[in-house]
């Protein structure tokens, strides 16, 4: 049984660049969180996606969306990059938005340059 | 709006040692309750999740208790090892599934 996957493991962009990150959910879950996680920092939360729409959101700017598709698995797009969007990514599934376990995945490495 | 707070953040033991973790959160209407431990670079591992009824969770040399009332929970980590040496996360499940997580505690075991 596969777990939560995520791609690419790594990523370079340059300012003002868009970048999509892409997000598999462990099998049987139908929900998908996503994280961003700065260097020396906690992990905070961008936004939460179930029966493919938004959720609910955390505190970041418009910059960031997202889509679930039909098999659950997600996409977050960051628009017009800024240094300080370099971080690791970090996404989890879980089941029914609630507050189930949510399983992560190994995460997308981000440098903005 | 809740907050979670790790203490110490950061901690250097000799191997052997027995340690805690400390977790603290402002507002005590948590659903679940979990920790994860993180290598440098590397994803989240989920070590134990405490459920909202639960006082308390084991899993091998690792101990994790949570207190609602007082708004704290710890990691007990028995005889420690090197091998033990990474960042520890706490996070609380809001009732929504927002996971909100503390600063982390970097844990360095010496041989």
């Known amino acids: 049984d596969a777990g939560v996957t995520q791609s690419p493991t790594h990523l370079i962009k340059t300012r003002g660049q868009q970048v999509t990150l892409r997000c598999s959910p462990k099998?049987?879950?139908?929900?998908v969180s996503w994280y961003q996680q700065a260097l020396g920092q906690g992990p905070q939360f961008i936004f939460q996606?179930?029966?493919?729409?938004?959720?609910q959101r955390g505190n970041f700017p418009d910059r960031f969306s997202g889509h679930q598709f039909p098999n659950y698995s997600s996409e977050l797009n960051v628009n017009a990059l800024l240094l300080g969007d370099s971080a690791l990514y970090l996404c989890?599934?879980?089941?029914?938005?609630?507050?189930?376990?949510?399983?992560f995945g190994p995460g997308t490495r981000l440098t903005v340059l | 709006k809740q907050e979670v707070t790790q203490i110490p953040a950061a901690l250097s033991v000799p191997e052997g040692e027995n340690l805690v973790l400390n977790c603290s959160f402002t507002?005590?209407?948590?659903?679940?309750l979990q920790w994860f431990r993180q290598d440098p670079g590397k994803g989240l591992t989920s070590l134990l999740l405490i459920q909202s009824s639960q006082r308390e969770q084991t899993s091998g040399r690792l101990n994790a208790s949570l207190d609602k009332s007082s708004g704290r929970s710890t990691l007990y980590i028995a005889a420690s090892q090197p091998g033990d040496s990474a960042t520890y996360l706490c996070?609380?499940?809001?009732?929504?599934?927002?996971?909100?997580f503390g600063q982390g505690t970097t844990l360095q075991v010496k041989p």
């Open positions: 996070a609380v499940y809001s009732n929504t599934g927002k996971l909100i």
């Open positions: 507002d005590s209407a948590i659903y679940n």
């Open positions: 996606y179930y029966e493919e729409e938004e959720r």
């Open positions: 099998s049987g879950h139908d929900t």
């Open positions: 989890a599934s879980s089941l029914e938005w609630s507050y189930n376990e949510q399983f």
